[in-house]
């Protein structure tokens, strides 16, 4: 018999989907759940003078970099002292769904500032009163996106206002009005501030970046006075701007089959100026998005530890979808000169026509874990999803879950639901704008997979 399920927007997750709590990320052109007045900026305090959007206003990012590379942010007037600008210059704001401490004790807030000046944010009107805090750790560059982190782990519960002064200098010196841009509001239980520092290359800059490429294992391509590099190895648009990677720009391969003398091998070797440093991180990571499962292995050359090519740790699991690639380097030590990457590697090569491979972020961290949204792909039920894409609703067929939980393309929960029924069920998502989603689920045997959708 097929039930109906109406899924409702949930503020609670079961503990093994707890997860940070995206307050808001103004990717839709709007202020999200904040109802936003100003602060400290002397007569553009009173909205009967001017309206908040004189003050408060989503543009576009300008700057797409480093650990912020989403089109829409938040810019943030700030008052100077010749009009009548004030210490705690930033917004108090009333907030649905609440900011919620219970689990997630930290504020992140990615901020974009012209000069170096303290950061405070509060919370008030829940269980526990009302805190107002300075930043974690102090403010370091201008000019730059940097994640500010705020400790509220004396809190507990949910609170209607909140308010962000990213602008509290006291006395304030800021003589002209000047433009703060701040981003993604996000309450984690990590207190650890977001950082690209180990990043080799992301080709947001429309450039190979670090690397001078030479191609491998693709016949007459690997010859670059007959085939130049870039017809193998070009920075295009992202082709699936969905899952881990929602960047714009990505590095596409055009992997040479065996009508085209393609070898084992296909790939890249380069030279890598700053060179790969394993020092302290010792795990290399590429996003990686291919139209066919096969091995990849990744290559340090040049360096104090001598060479080392090895398989990745984690076997690729999908395809025609981003997936982090995580190879294992902790034998190594120091900074290597040379190094090569084989998004292919399948010996005998069994591939004939080329194909494209796109592969994005790769980045150095001590951290092996592939990174993901939060959801694993093992599971235990063969299930049916339709239609994909939907308008309204779609269907679950042969399902034994006990719980399913909808995110948005930036990982943020937008739908969820518990105890569901067997056999089968029909989720209503008329709600959700368009767009692409991810739809985790959890089995009766605590087992979990996710499925993309796309709604129109």
Excluded at 111 to 127: A, C
């Amino acid at each position: 018999m097929k039930k109906i399920l109406l899924l409702v927007v949930s503020a609670f997750l079961c503990a093994p989907f707890l997860q940070a709590q995206m307050v808001a990320d103004f990717e839709d052109g709007t202020n999200g759940p904040l109802t936003l007045h100003v602060m400290g900026s002397g007569a553009w305090d009173d909205d009967t003078q001017h309206p908040v959007a004189e003050t408060f206003m989503v543009v576009d990012n300008p700057d797409i970099s480093g650990i912020n590379t989403s089109a829409k942010v938040m810019k943030f007037v700030r008052r100077g002292t010749v009009n009548g600008g004030m210490p705690w210059g930033g917004f108090w704001a009333n907030i649905v769904p609440n900011i919620d401490v219970t689990t997630n004790k930290y504020v992140h807030v990615k901020v974009w500032k012209p000069r170096i000046s303290p950061l405070k944010f509060k919370l008030e009107g829940g269980p526990s009163g009302t805190l107002e805090t300075g930043s974690m750790y102090p403010q370091t560059v201008e000019g730059m996106w940097e994640d500010i982190v705020f400790d509220f782990t004396t809190m507990d519960g949910a609170y209607p206002v909140v308010a962000f002064m990213p602008d509290f200098e006291d006395p304030l010196t800021l003589g002209p009005d000047t433009s703060i841009y701040f981003d993604e509001i996000l309450v984690s239980n990590d207190s650890t501030p977001i950082i690209l520092s180990n990043v080799i290359a992301d080709f947001e800059d429309g450039t190979n970046g670090p690397f001078t490429f030479h191609v491998m294992g693709c016949g007459a391509w690997d010859d670059d006075t007959q085939h130049p590099v870039n017809e193998t190895f070009m920075v295009v648009d992202n082709p699936d701007i969905s899952g881990i990677n929602t960047s714009a720009k990505v590095m596409k391969f055009v992997r040479r089959g065996t009508v085209n003398g393609g070898m084992p091998w296909g790939g890249f070797w380069a030279n890598v100026l700053p060179n790969v440093d394993v020092t302290t991180n010792k795990y290399v990571h590429v996003k990686v998005w291919k139209t066919r499962i096969s091995p990849l292995k990744f290559k340090l050359e040049g360096g104090p530890s001598g060479t080392l090519e090895t398989a990745s740790m984690n076997t690729q699991s999908g395809i025609n979808m981003w997936e982090d690639i995580v190879f294992d380097f902790t034998t190594m030590d120091g900074a290597y000169p040379v190094v090569a990457f084989m998004p292919d590697f399948e010996d005998p090569l069994t591939l004939a026509d080329d194909i494209d491979i796109y592969f994005d972020d790769m980045m150095v961290s001590d951290d092996p874990t592939p990174i993901s949204l939060g959801v694993n792909e093992v599971f235990s039920t063969n299930f049916t999803l339709y239609p994909n894409p939907c308008t309204n609703s779609f269907e679950l067929n042969n399902t034994d879950f006990q719980a399913l939980i909808i995110y948005d393309i930036t990982g943020q929960q937008v739908l969820s639901a518990k105890n569901l029924n067997t056999g089968n069920v029909s989720v209503e998502v008329s709600a959700l704008s368009q767009g692409l989603y991810i739809i985790s689920l959890v089995d009766r045997n605590n087992k979990r997979t996710s499925r993309k959708l796309i709604k129109n």
